[in-house]
């Protein structure tokens, strides 16, 4: 196997907590504590570079806008994706923090219970709704026509543009928190939410309890790739599981004392996982990994790429590798 950089940024701190945004054919990347850039997808180009407030809660791309909610200065801005311009940029409360964006709408607020939920306009930022009091959401996802959060253990849907209650379930047990995803798409009219440390439930959008919950050991995160959900466990590796039913897949197995980071990418006929040593490992369908090789960089987070490629958040840097069949000796 054999692993050839594409590009490479150096951040100017650590890779694990900047914030970052993948579009189609751009990266928007925090890097050096208070800048936002924009490179290109492909070669890694910067296509602009501005000054964005410090360690942003989140980036969202949303067409040809991408919207920065930084812990300092307490503002949500919107700037155009092709030059970095300033369309709009309003005032928030302290400590706002939950970002997303569908249609129309920009839904902000519910971070640990410090602020209200708002709806504002994605055109120019005024303010459509809030809902009073505050209340401890979690992070939210853009599913089902609308915005999914919860609190405790009901998963809400709301209306982002007037605010309204849409839909809403029951869960077995509370909802995971306060920081992190806690719900994913399960690609299409379904969804797996993180209950506590170590549980799943999921549920679609036409019922009002969950269709299965399981508990599993401890994990850290989780996801959705080729058909599964995988939660990361950093040192006993990702585990795959069925999201029909929540039942065991496998679990990744890469040898003894890795210390596997999160992000499964698919990969040919198998995947690819990273272990923060900087090794990469490619995996057979059955989960055992049959190659590796080394990045030399002490890794964080992989990211699907498509084409068979991945971007590599590393310890200090963010950049674009392919990896693929060559020399390279077997994993163990």
Same mark, same amino acid.
């Given at each position: 196997m054999i692993a050839t950089m594409r590009w490479e940024r150096e951040l100017h701190q650590r890779g694990a907590r900047s914030a970052y945004a993948v579009g189609e054919d751009c990266v928007v990347l925090h890097e050096r504590l208070t800048r936002l850039v924009c490179v290109e997808r492909a070669d890694g180009a910067v296509r602009w570079d501005i000054p964005a407030g410090t360690w942003p809660r989140a980036i969202v791309l949303a067409g040809d806008r991408v919207l920065v909610l930084p812990q300092q200065p307490d503002r949500l801005s919107c700037l155009d994706l092709g030059t970095?311009?300033?369309?709009?940029?309003?005032?928030?409360?302290?400590?706002?923090?939950?970002?997303?964006?569908?249609?129309?709408?920009?839904?902000?607020?519910?971070?640990?219970?410090?602020?209200?939920? #708002? /709806?504002?306009? %994605?055109?120019? *930022?005024? +303010?459509?709704?809030?809902?009073?009091?505050? !209340?401890?959401?979690?992070?939210? @996802?853009?599913?089902?026509?609308?915005?999914?959060?919860?609190?405790?253990?009901?998963?809400?849907?709301?209306d982002a543009r007037g605010g309204g209650e849409s839909a809403r379930w029951r869960l077995p047990e509370p909802l995971s928190g306060p920081d992190g995803d806690v719900f994913i798409s399960l690609g299409g009219e379904r969804v797996a939410a993180r209950c506590g440390p170590s549980a799943l439930a999921a549920f679609g959008c036409d019922s009002g309890v969950a269709d299965w919950h399981r508990a599993y050991e401890p994990f850290a995160g989780f996801g959705y790739a080729a058909g599964s959900v995988w939660m990361h466990r950093p040192r006993s590796g990702?585990?795959?599981?069925?999201?029909?039913?929540?039942?065991?897949?496998?679990?990744?197995?890469?040898? #003894? /004392?890795?210390? %596997?980071?999160? *992000?499964? +990418?698919?990969?040919?006929?198998?995947?690819? !996982?990273?272990?923060?040593?900087? @090794?990469?490992?490619?995996?057979?369908?059955?989960?055992?990994?049959?190659?590796?090789?080394?990045?030399?960089?002490?890794?964080?987070?992989?990211?699907?790429?498509?084409?068979?490629?991945?971007?590599?958040?590393?310890?200090g840097t963010f950049g674009r590798w392919a990896v693929s069949a060559g020399c390279g000796g077997p994993a163990g």
């Amino acid at each position: 196997m054999i692993a050839t950089m594409r590009w490479e940024r150096e951040l100017h701190q650590r890779g694990a907590r900047s914030a970052y945004a993948v579009g189609e054919d751009c990266v928007v990347l925090h890097e050096r504590l208070t800048r936002l850039v924009c490179v290109e997808r492909a070669d890694g180009a910067v296509r602009w570079d501005i000054p964005a407030g410090t360690w942003p809660r989140a980036i969202v791309l949303a067409g040809d806008r991408v919207l920065v909610l930084p812990q300092q200065p307490d503002r949500l801005s919107c700037l155009d994706l092709g030059t970095g311009a300033v369309l709009w940029s309003v005032p928030t409360p302290r400590f706002t923090g939950h970002l997303a964006v569908t249609g129309d709408s920009v839904v902000i607020g519910g971070w640990r219970g410090y602020t209200p939920m #708002a /709806g504002l306009d %994605l055109a120019d *930022g005024r +303010v459509r709704w809030t809902k009073e009091p505050a !209340v401890h959401w979690v992070t939210p @996802l853009v599913w089902g026509g609308g915005v999914l959060t919860g609190a405790g253990s009901d998963a809400v849907l709301f209306d982002a543009r007037g605010g309204g209650e849409s839909a809403r379930w029951r869960l077995p047990e509370p909802l995971s928190g306060p920081d992190g995803d806690v719900f994913i798409s399960l690609g299409g009219e379904r969804v797996a939410a993180r209950c506590g440390p170590s549980a799943l439930a999921a549920f679609g959008c036409d019922s009002g309890v969950a269709d299965w919950h399981r508990a599993y050991e401890p994990f850290a995160g989780f996801g959705y790739a080729a058909g599964s959900v995988w939660m990361h466990r950093p040192r006993s590796g990702h585990l795959a599981v069925d999201p029909a039913d929540g039942t065991r897949r496998w679990p990744t197995d890469t040898g #003894a /004392g890795q210390g %596997l980071v999160p *992000g499964v +990418v698919p990969s040919a006929d198998g995947f690819l !996982v990273g272990a923060d040593n900087g @090794l990469f490992f490619r995996l057979g369908p059955d989960g055992r990994a049959v190659s590796r090789c080394s990045s030399g960089r002490r890794l964080d987070r992989l990211v699907d790429a498509g084409n068979g490629e991945v971007f590599v958040v590393a310890k200090g840097t963010f950049g674009r590798w392919a990896v693929s069949a060559g020399c390279g000796g077997p994993a163990g």
